[in-house]
């Protein structure tokens, strides 16, 4: 049906550089995960494990593979790198990729500082084994980079390797390029969009707010994050104009004055 009506923005067919949506998985079951796939696979390119979840979660291994049968790209959260850096335990983290048959890495200092210098080096190394996404911006609310910071460490780290990187947010949308209410950040957006091509951000945006101006203010096909499973359907309405928030967004003036 949405076929056939008319003033829809285009939405690419995966595999897709853009419009990329990234699901947070805290804990799905098996089931779950077929279920999820059954009705969101066509709107979900990646889901992440969120943080040291795979580690705990039973039959991860089986609905990693569900994941990548269905078209998406699993991948194991920021935070579990740097729960294997801290233990210097790089080579272990390289060996749970490969038994799991991850191909794609996602290299984050949120819960850690690690030099940037470093942090650049791991991102090397991983890239020549497959995929890399890397996330800027710290989960401690005292640690604040400036605009110029974000962008700097942006495109070093897509220089370095990274495929995309991710603007931090935590699943809470209330630090990195949020304030603590859950508004954006102007300043640090503006500045990010304005130097980083969009194509290469992924916005990190668990709340219905947040993905509602990210689309906005930068179109259908923006690449958004930390989607919650039971959001994935809620959010391509939104992506299409299909939603409240959006319903004006990409009507033609004409229709809009009525």
């Known amino acids: 049906m949405k076929r056939t009506l008319p003033y829809l923005p285009e939405r690419p067919s995966r595999p897709r550089q853009s419009g990329l ?11 779950e995960a ?23 979660t039973p039959g991860v291994e089986e609905k990693i593979e569900i994941y990548r049968k269905a078209g998406t790209i699993p991948f194991l959260g920021g935070t579990l790198f740097e729960i294997f850096i801290i233990r210097n335990m790089f080579a272990e983290f390289l ?8 191909d794609m890495v996602e290299v984050s200092d949120g819960s850690f500082d690690i030099e940037h210098e470093k942090k650049l080096e791991y991102i090397s190394i991983l890239a020549k084994r497959g995929k890399v996404i890397s996330e800027v911006g710290s989960k401690k609310k005292e640690v ?4 110029e910071q974000w962008v700097a460490m942006m495109k070093s780290e ?22 603590e209410d859950g508004s954006i950040n102007s300043a640090i957006v503006d500045a990010i969009s304005e130097h980083v091509k969009l194509e290469n951000v992924i916005w990190e945006a668990p709340l219905k707010s947040q993905q509602a101006w990210f689309i906005k203010h930068f179109g259908a096909n923006v690449n958004l994050g930390n989607i919650a499973p039971d959001e994935i359907i809620s959010l ?6 299909l939603r409240g928030d959006t319903f004006f967004q990409f009507l033609p003036d004409k229709l809009k004055d009525k």
């Open 158 to 179: 897509l220089e370095a390797g990274s495929g995309k990187v991710i603007a931090e947010a935590r699943e809470s949308g209330t630090t990195g390029i949020y304030n």
């Open 144 to 147: 604040v980079y400036t605009p």
């Open 34 to 56: 077929e279920d999820l796939m059954s009705v969101g696979s066509e709107y979900t390119d990646m889901v992440k494990l969120g943080f040291g979840t795979s580690l705990v």
């Open 21 to 31: 949506t990234m699901v947070m998985d805290k804990g799905l079951s098996v089931r």
């Open 236 to 241: 391509e309405a939104l992506r299409l104009g």
């Open 95 to 102: 060996e749970l990729l490969n038994r799991y048959e991850i």
